[in-house]
């Protein structure tokens, strides 16, 4: 079914039938997407690095979900799974699709795996290995994700791709200084840059956007102290952290039929630190 066709016929859920796939689906934000379209009726391959558990913990609650939302589907079929893949891998990539051309898509394909530049496994790095890391996870993983995902959603009659960025790489991240700061810009600005160039290149059959989220609760930000997450909300217009349901809320309308107008974009989602 193209997406054209999704569009007049469109059921209710919305992303009944469709295909997805989240990389880095287990945990934080792309555990909140996996749900958030599996509650819209959505499909989910679930992309995972290293958190096994927690993304057969998200495969589980996703898979609930669906058939909370489709209670017509048979109750044996598999409406999600959790699938080890390295997106710096083009082998374990090809893997995630062919799972997901097996179950007739994809249709919806979101790059959410990523290296922060100032988690846990960073002190021990080198600036140069910081970023030698984030570019192959970020950028290059992005690029081998979509350039894989974009023949595959069009074979499957058209769909959605959405890339997750940051939104202070769109204005310099002020008042974020240091190493870790200049890295993650590069990377996910790389991203929203790829964002358009492919947009440009596979329309109108593939729509291709991505979400830049702010400060975000996550396991970085558990790490933080109350004094820093006051001190941040209190720069924000709208005071407070998003939640990773916030941003997958996003996703959710960039893949869904209500965007079919939409491409080569980027939805800041960042409580209003960034205006442009």
Not at 46 to 72: D, F, K, N, V, W
Not at 184 to 212: C, H, I, M
Not at 245 to 255: G, P, Q, R, Y
């Amino acid at each position: 079914m193209s997406e054209e066709t999704h569009i007049h016929n469109q059921p209710t859920p919305p992303l009944a039938g469709r295909v997805a796939v989240v990389t880095g689906g287990g945990r934080g934000i792309g555990r909140a997407i996996a749900l958030t379209l599996a509650s819209r009726g959505a499909y989910v391959i679930i992309g995972y690095h290293a958190s096994a558990q927690a993304a057969e913990t998200t495969a589980r609650e996703a898979q609930a979900l669906c058939m909370q939302t489709m209670p017509t589907a048979a109750t044996t079929e598999p409406m999600a799974v959790a699938l080890k893949a390295d997106v710096t891998k083009p082998e374990e990539i090809r893997a995630l699709a062919e799972h997901a051309v097996a179950w007739g898509g994809p249709h919806i394909w979101v790059n959410n795996a990523g290296a922060s530049a100032n988690t846990s496994e960073t002190p021990s790095m080198s600036d140069e290995e910081r970023w030698d890391r984030a570019m192959l996870v970020d950028l290059k993983g992005t690029w081998l994700c979509c350039r894989t995902a974009a023949p595959l959603v069009r074979a499957a009659g058209g769909g959605a791709i959405v890339n997750i960025g940051w939104a202070q790489a769109l204005d310099g991240a002020p008042g974020i200084p240091g190493t870790a700061a200049q890295i993650y810009a590069a990377s996910k600005g790389g991203a929203l840059a790829l964002t358009r160039a492919f947009a440009q290149e596979w329309a109108p059959d593939v729509r291709v956007n991505a979400v830049a989220p702010g400060w975000v609760e996550n396991d970085w930000s558990a790490t933080r102290t109350q004094a820093f997450h006051e001190k941040v909300a209190q720069r924000l217009p709208l005071r407070r952290w998003g939640l990773p349901e916030d941003i997958a809320e996003a996703v959710a309308f960039l893949a869904s039929p209500a965007a079919r107008y939409m491409t080569g974009q980027t939805l800041v989602v960042d409580g209003g630190s960034v205006m442009r």
